[in-house]
């Protein structure tokens, strides 16, 4: 998970453009949008948490330093 490419995502983004994108990468076609990432599996992990994100600061009025730090706190709660 790279924080860098998920802001890039939720900066440039919307919600709609990430579920196509996050459906084309699960059904091994072609993204209409740029997602950085290693392999398949870390694009799918930045489109993810850029989704998870945005909708944090568009339903509960988040910024996106205090929306990343919910999700981080998320994934590091379920690594563990």
Do not use: C
Request: glycine share 4%; proline share 1%; no cysteine.
């Amino acid at each position: 998970m790279k924080i860098p490419v998920i802001k890039k995502l939720v900066e440039t983004a919307t919600i709609a453009q990430l579920r196509a994108a996050e459906d084309a990468l699960l059904e091994e076609k072609t993204l209409e949008i740029t997602v950085d990432g290693d392999d398949e599996g870390e694009q799918l992990t930045h489109i993810l948490a850029a989704i998870e994100i945005l909708h944090a600061m568009q339903h509960n009025g988040l910024d996106f330093i205090s929306a990343l730090r919910a999700y981080s706190q998320r994934v590091r709660t379920s690594i563990s």
